[in-house]
């Protein structure tokens, strides 16, 4: 192990460029690699969404030589008390509600050196802050496996969510008989109506070539249903930030052959489209947007079918990644993955007090809860009383 391990910043854009070698030589050395994990990932959120707290910078670990891991990070408010907005330094969270991670290959020194070096950093860094916040990192991330270099006293991880991810290392055949029977059936009848419409066609896009074409279908279809205007407002193309950094992120994404878009049409009618993203072993799914006028062929169902066996035949895929938890993917039968919040204390002392009084709140706030909704339950059944 290196007698003396280093943190050297990289601040702003400039910086993170300046790690584009040492970052793409980290990722050819992660079979798990993830769209949380790429160098264009980066760069376009650090163009489109940078946090309005303060600059991003990507810390990284030395160890005289050369880098082996990579903490990005950068000033926001998280509530870590459940209740009060706290200023900590967290990992780049403008992508939404999905996982993140540090970029980090299955190195046991490095994991062992890299958050008690990154914390050390930061317990200098100006504003000070007395939180690093992992956010949404998966079971089994570098960003867990990196917790073995810290004392258990200096942090606590929260399970939040979880993630469901789809094991395609197999035949296809295989995978199906894997699915109920009931779901099986629905499939089939989906595939009848879907029979009854003219001029049906699959069609992927992959790479830079109709890639914009693709986007624009995806955006679309996504703002014509309970997304869009007359919903929740949700959708990408309803939201200017979101509407600016996604394009600019297809086309560094579709530059390297990464980007994906897979769509059922009906003519020149889109049904459903699919925003994915394949990087090494893992295809994610990122985003699907659908025609809700055709809800009851259950154009998402089909596509995804589609989607799971291309990759069952692509022996180069190992795992689809669906970047949710939500309860329709469980008719897949995929692996429930749990994702997590990390919570680690900067400075002495001071760090492990703020540590013990946070599992507290996490282990006595459902209690002190429920004892707050029955009181404010009690309070409103003599108000009533009173009344009459």
């Excluded at 584009?20 to 264009?40: I, S, T």
Aim: aromatic fraction near 10%; charge should be positive.
């Amino acid at each position: 192990m290196p007698s003396s391990w280093t943190i050297v910043e990289y601040a702003g854009l400039d910086g993170l460029m300046r790690l584009k070698p040492d970052w793409a030589r980290l990722l050819a050395e992660m079979p798990e690699a993830g769209y949380q994990h790429l160098h264009e990932t980066h760069v376009s959120y650090l163009e489109k969404l940078p946090s309005p707290l303060g600059a991003f910078s990507c810390l990284a670990l030395s160890d005289g030589t050369r880098v082996r891991a990579i903490c990005p990070v950068e000033p926001q408010k998280l509530p870590v008390y459940r209740v009060f907005q706290s200023p900590v330094w967290g990992l780049p969270k403008g992508l939404g509600d999905i996982p993140r991670d540090l970029i980090c290959p299955r190195d046991p020194e490095a994991e062992a050196a890299l958050l008690p070096c990154v914390a050390a950093h930061l317990r200098h860094a100006s504003p000070r802050r007395p939180w690093l916040v992992l956010t949404r990192v998966l079971e089994g991330s570098g960003a867990l496996r990196c917790l073995r270099g810290l004392e258990a006293a200096r942090y606590y991880a929260d399970r939040d969510n979880t993630t469901h991810i789809i094991d395609c290392d197999m035949p296809y055949a295989e995978f199906t008989a894997r699915l109920s029977r009931k779901f099986r059936a629905n499939l089939r009848s989906a595939h009848n109506r879907l029979a009854k419409l003219p001029d049906v066609s699959y069609v992927r896009t992959i790479g830079a070539d109709g890639v914009d074409g693709a986007l624009d279908r995806f955006l679309k279809v996504e703002a014509s249903g309970w997304k869009g205007e007359t919903g929740s407002r949700t959708a990408i193309a309803l939201q200017p930030k979101q509407a600016a950094f996604y394009p600019a992120w297809v086309e560094s994404l579709a530059a390297t052959g990464r980007c994906e878009f897979n769509e059922v049409r009906s003519g020149d009618t889109c049904l459903v489209s699919t925003f994915c993203i394949r990087v090494r072993e893992e295809y994610d799914v990122m985003k699907i947007g659908y025609d809700e006028r055709f809800a009851h062929i259950a154009p998402g169902q089909l596509v995804f079918e589609r989607i799971i066996q291309e990759c069952c035949d692509d022996p180069t895929v190992k795992r689809i990644n669906l970047t949710s938890g939500f309860e329709w993917n469980l008719v897949w039968a995929p692996d429930v993955v749990g994702c997590y919040n990390v919570y680690i204390g900067i400075g002495g002392w001071r760090a492990r007090v703020r540590v013990a009084l946070l599992r507290m709140s996490f282990r006595y706030w459902p209690v002190m809860k429920r004892l707050i909704q029955r009181v404010g339950a009690g309070v409103r059944s003599i108000r009533r009383l009173a009344k009459r």
